[in-house]
């Protein structure tokens, strides 16, 4: 089966650095997706970046950027100039394929230390 | 605004009581998915559907069911409800197109308190 493991539990980072958050997974398919959610205070499920196992481009969007390592099977969420807004839970997600659920890892919570 | 529309957005119910919480997908998606959040908790996946059909099936319980309908809204029904039961329930919806990375859409949720 399928597992999403996000081995830090809590981070902080000041204003305007960068942070990393970990992921990896395990699965045995050669093509998926991997997401990362964002969950504010609001408790609304954000979507933040999307990676495409057969693209090997990192996906970036904006200040977000992934590590995509397909071999080591790791999935890492780079946050340059951090804000304050970015304060949140952080949810590394897999789905295998198309009409597929989603395994979510069990999150991340960011602190954002002005 | 996801476009997925979940009612009602909070819910307060006594113990043994029944609910229904009513979710209506993204227009044209035809997979609706259902995952539950207790308080500081992941997500847990609880059942899928897609153009009418059962897809998948996770950690629901048998007090739990659920059914799509043919204009693809869907509603999850909670029964003999119990403290435990208390937490935030996520509707999600999916449009199957590889060039859009097959992203599943969240609505803002359904808060559910049992007293």
């Known amino acids: 089966a399928q597992t999403v493991t996000q081995s830090q539990p809590e981070m902080s980072v000041q204003e305007a650095e960068t942070v990393t958050l970990s992921c990896t997974y395990d699965?045995?398919?050669?093509?998926?997706?991997l997401f990362w959610y964002k969950q504010p205070p609001s408790r609304q499920m954000i979507l933040v970046i999307r990676q495409e196992a057969y693209k090997q481009q990192n996906a970036t969007e904006n200040r977000f950027s992934v590590n995509f390592q397909k071999a080591a099977k790791s999935f890492s969420l780079k946050i340059s100039d951090s804000q304050l807004g970015d304060a949140a839970m952080y949810f590394c997600?897999?789905?295998?394929?198309?009409?597929?659920?989603?395994?979510f890892g069990k999150g991340t919570r960011l602190h954002i230390l002005p | 605004d996801s476009g997925v529309t979940q009612t009602p957005k909070h819910l307060i119910t006594a113990t043994g009581q029944r609910v229904t919480l009513r979710c209506s997908p993204r227009s044209g998606d035809l997979s609706v998915y259902w995952y539950q959040q207790s308080l500081d908790q992941g997500l847990q996946f609880l059942i899928q559907y897609y153009n009418g059909e059962e897809r998948a099936k996770g950690n629901i319980l048998e007090r739990f069911s659920a059914q799509q309908f043919p204009d693809l809204h869907s509603e999850l029904n909670l029964s003999s409800l119990e403290l435990g039961d208390s937490a935030l329930y996520f509707c999600?919806?999916?449009?199957?197109?590889?060039?859009?990375?097959?992203?599943?859409?969240f609505g803002e949720g359904s808060w559910l308190t049992v007293v």
């Open positions: 997600a897999y789905r295998r394929d198309r009409d597929d659920k989603i395994i």
């Open positions: 699965t045995s398919e050669s093509d998926y997706y």
């Open positions: 999600a919806s999916s449009v199957a197109n590889r060039d859009l990375g097959n992203t599943i859409y």
